[in-house]
């Protein structure tokens, strides 16, 4: 069953290629949503796929790419969209 979840990464998430990152393991994890950084230093994001993948998908951007530190991942439950086809990143 699909699912959608709003994620929000604190931390040293920019400038490290943290939305790439998200961007390479939700093609990986057959995620789709989108990514951006915020105006406060954090990537906020959402993704949408299986409940499995999802698990994963958190798991692997709460550890992030090699430079980032990544101190906590918030998650919420979102509403699934019908139609998405592709995990952006958002400038």
Same mark, same amino acid.
Request: with cysteine; aromatic share 8%; hydrophobic share 30%.
């Given at each position: ?27 990986? #994890? ?13 990537? =906020? @994001? $959402?993704?949408?796929? %299986? ?15 090699? #430079? ?13 969209? =019908? @139609? $998405?086809?592709?995990? %952006?990143?958002?400038?």
């Amino acid at each position: 069953m699909s699912q959608r979840v709003y994620f929000l990464a604190h931390g040293r998430v920019q400038g490290v290629s943290y939305r790439y990152f998200a961007h390479k393991k939700a093609a990986e #994890h057959s995620i789709t949503g989108w990514c951006r950084n915020t105006e406060n230093g954090k990537v =906020e @994001g $959402e993704a949408q796929g %299986e409940e499995d993948s999802i698990k994963s998908f958190l798991k692997e951007l709460d550890r992030g790419p090699t #430079h980032a530190h990544v101190v906590r991942l918030d998650k919420e439950s979102r509403d699934v969209q =019908e @139609g $998405e086809s592709r995990f %952006e990143v958002r400038r």
